[in-house]
Each structure stands twice: as C-alpha cells, then as structure tokens.
C-alpha cells in the first residue's frame, strides 16, 4: 500500500529524548520543586523520579509531591520547569534522517507532539524538522485536545483516507491510541531505554501494527502494510 500520510511524534521517536534532554530536565524541574516547597534532597528526589517513571507512572511530579506532602505549587513548578524551556543544540541521527528522506519520497510528512507548544517547536527547529514535514503539530500537554483530537484534524484538513495513513510514535497510550482511534495504521517506537519502554497496553486502542527500536525501520515495513 503507498501511503497518503505519514504522522510521526517527536520525543523519542525522531530524537533520543531521554537519554540526551531527560536528566538536565529532571534536574531543572527538581530545583523548582524544591523551590516550592518540596522538602527532600536533590539527588533523593531524583533518584525517586526515575523509580516512579521506571514504574510507569505518567504524572511523575504529582506522584513525588503527594509521596512527601509537598504543595500542589511545587508539582506546578517541576511541570512548568520540565516543559517549558530552551533546548540546546539538536540534530538528527543519521539513519533517522536517511530514513526521513525515504518516507518523505513516498508520502507528505506531518509531526505531531505533545508537551509545551514552543518548547516543542524550538525542539523542532533545532532538527530541521519545518524543512521536512508538511505539516507540524504541537499538542499543549496541559489543553483539552489530546493527540486523537489532532491527529482527526490532520485527517480532515489533508482529505487523507485513515486507513492509508501510518502513524508511528513511543506511547502506547498517545500515538498508537490516537492511530487506532483513528483507524490509522499504528506503528511503535521502543527505544531501549526511553521513558515509555516500559509501558504496557492499556487497552485494545494501545496495540501497535508493529513494534519497531527506530524509525530508521519504518521505510521496510511500508511494503507489509495492506
């Protein structure tokens, strides 16, 4: 089947997000919470930050404050801190940008991503991203739509028939939910490693067509889809 579009996420799918961006984040977010009113150690409230995301839980700075009696404002201010600021210098990994350019050849790209909307297109940026992709949308993490919302309105606005479109991201819970939702055809990302790795089905909605480690895999399986 070719393809009429191709939908894709950013964060740990396009970018090794928690390797290379994670642990600065984790640690800025620490200092605003303890800023405000998070009454525990720097390196204990980190260490205690990856133990609750290795449990996957999805809301990490709610869990540690209600764990330590810690304000609704400090989980304010780990969230604003962690979502909200200047990427460093960025650039694709090779093969995912080869693989970029074979998807690209076949069918219109579009990028979909959750979190604050101009950290995210900073991030975007910072890749070369608007060069690639025909359309770039930037889910706020803290609005009403969610990605099944917006990937439905990636549908409507490219008149692009679901079933011929691929979407392909790391959350079983966001990207593949949204593709299936849709009726897309959902590909997942496992980095080895990344945040959501770990992260079971929750449902019929969150299981993927196929599982991939790369993007630099999903130009291969296009012949597969039907």
Known sequence: ?????????????????????????????????RAAGLVLGEEAALRRLLEIRGAGVVRTFAALAAETGAPDSAVAAGEDA??????????????????????AALAPLALFTSGHPATQRRKAERLGLPARFADLRYVDFRGSDGKTEVLASILRDHRWDAAR????????????RAANRNGC??????????????VAPASPDDVPWRTIASVAELPGLLDDVH
């Open 1 to 33: 089947m070719k393809p009429q579009g191709i939908v894709l996420d950013l964060d740990d799918t396009l970018f090794d997000t928690t390797r290379l961006l994670l642990p600065w984040a984790d640690r800025r977010a620490v200092a605003a919470m």
């Open 82 to 103: 962690w979502f909200d600021y200047d990427p460093p210098p960025m650039s694709l990994e090779p093969d995912v940008a080869a693989a970029l350019d074979e998807l």
């Open 165 to 176: 479109v691929i979407v392909c991201g790391d959350r079983p819970d966001g990207d593949v």
């Open 185 to 198: 055809v959902a590909v997942l990302v496992r980095r080895e490693g990344s945040e959501f790795a770990n």
